[in-house]
């Protein structure tokens, strides 16, 4: 069951923004962290940023200085602004949240880490 809903993907062109946002259920109220996550085709989910309930946040190497990830814990919103995008930029992007405290914010986020999913939406960059 869904329990996390993406938004805000699109299509934009290189050096271009995007701002991604997530909307929770009652699950996923209290998460210890979140997360975004993103995949292509043939490879592996990938962890790109994650934000605990103190607001402390990590980012992988390949997104670091240019995705910002925050939470609005009130509203159970998670929030990704993406900038300078590039190409390799292009996947599905995934919210996830752990309610099992089983996540942290020491390095770039773990796939099996997070219990709660959503259905991603898709971002793509072209030249």
């Known amino acids: 069951q869904v329990q996390l809903a993406e938004s805000g993907g699109g299509s934009v062109e290189t050096g271009g923004s995007l701002s991604l946002s997530c909307v929770g259920s009652?699950?996923?109220?209290?998460?210890?962290?979140r997360a975004w996550f993103r995949q292509v085709p043939g490879k592996e989910r990938e962890g790109i940023a994650a934000?605990?309930?103190?607001?402390?946040?990590v980012y992988a190497n390949s997104v670091k200085g240019r995705f910002t990830i925050s939470a609005d814990n009130a509203n159970n919103i998670l929030f990704l602004q993406m900038n300078k995008l590039q190409l390799d930029d292009t996947a599905m992007y995934y919210c996830?949240?752990?309610?099992?405290?089983?996540?942290?914010?020491?390095?770039?986020?773990?796939?099996?880490?997070?219990?709660?999913w959503g259905r991603g939406t898709q971002v793509n960059v072209s030249s």
């Open positions: 934000i605990n309930r103190d607001g402390k946040a």
């Open positions: 009652p699950y996923t109220a209290n998460a210890y962290c």
């Open positions: 996830a949240a752990d309610t099992i405290r089983a996540a942290n914010v020491l390095g770039p986020p773990i796939t099996a880490e997070y219990n709660y």
